[in-house]
């Protein structure tokens, strides 16, 4: 199998031509993947019909898996995917209803969060013939780049805490009886990504209660404007979902937001499994 890239015009989410993830992939194929993913942060690979089994296959490719640790939304049989979705079976949710609405890398409340997502759509939902429930990516490497030196300067070695207990308590979905378990971790606000070496920059629209030694103000005031900075349109890809797609993000140069725009009967059903990765430095 030979690839091909096809830019999507921005800084990410280019699309990845010519790959059956139902077929073995050669090493060389899948370094090529690798190779695309790594330098653009988030790419799409549209057309596939896999099972569980195979998107967990291709996701061990990428190193270690990892899985969501706090609330029931594991596939049934298949611990390591994370149900997303706003359908109900038995009255019951068959995922998390609420994954992503604000703007955020994947389990940042983490010590060691994971290196990336892998999010395959089975059911998208549509209105007027157009597919809604869109995913943001916004790349935070380009965002770390474009910020003016002072800025960097002053950002440069500031340590971040966040807070998945805070978040949690805001839920009804089981998270809040579990969030008490996880202690806050601290980050560095700009880390280096650990494949490119590439400085980004890393909070949470909801996690990220102190910054340095700022107050809480001052904190919320530096967290608003960097998500801003991150999420301005020239640093972000706005991905209009088909069946079939599978969109592989990076925890540390990308952050994403899931567009809530659809309601039943409109339903939206998506696999995310996600690979290790280490502390961040
Ligand atoms: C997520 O944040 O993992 C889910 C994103 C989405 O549902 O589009």
């Known amino acids: 199998m030979s690839i091909e890239i096809r830019p999507s015009g921005g800084v990410l989410g280019h699309e990845i031509l010519g790959v059956d993830l139902a077929r073995p992939i050669s090493d060389s194929t899948f370094a090529d993947i690798e190779k695309a993913f790594n330098d653009c942060g988030t790419v799409v690979i549209r057309g596939q019909k896999i099972t569980p089994e195979q998107q967990i296959a291709f996701t061990r490719r ?159 005031q530096l967290a608003h404007d960097l998500i801003e900075h991150i999420t301005s349109e020239r640093h972000v890809y706005r991905h209009s979902w088909r069946v079939g797609d599978l969109v592989i993000w990076d925890n540390c140069s990308t952050m994403h937001r899931a567009i809530f725009d659809y309601a039943l009967p409109q339903r939206r059903r998506m696999h995310r499994t996600t690979v290790a990765g280490g502390r961040p430095f």
């Not at 190193?63 to 019951?92: C, M, Q, T």
């Not at 994954?99 to 999010?119: I, Q, V, Y």
């Not at 998945?164 to 089981?174: N, Q, V």
Request: aromatic share 8%; net charge negative.
């Open 62 to 220: 990428f190193g270690e898996l990892d899985s969501y640790p706090a609330g029931n939304f594991a596939l049934p049989g298949h611990d390591a995917i994370l149900v997303v979705s706003n359908i109900l079976e038995n009255g019951k949710p068959i995922g998390m209803i609420d994954a992503g609405r604000n703007w955020h890398s994947d389990m940042l409340f983490t010590e060691k969060p994971p290196r990336c997502s892998l999010l395959y759509s089975l059911e998208v939902p549509h209105q007027e013939g157009q597919s809604i429930g869109d995913t943001l990516f916004a790349s935070t490497a380009v965002a770390y780049d474009n910020l003016p030196e002072s800025m960097k300067t002053r950002l440069n070695g500031l340590k971040a805490r966040h807070s998945f207990r805070t978040y949690a308590a805001t839920k009804s979905d089981g998270r809040e009886k579990v969030g008490d378990e996880f202690a806050d971790v601290i980050h560095p606000l700009v880390r280096t990504h650990p494949i490119t070496g590439r400085k980004c920059l890393y909070l949470s629209h909801s996690l990220t209660q102190k910054i340095g030694d700022l107050d809480q103000a001052q904190t919320r």
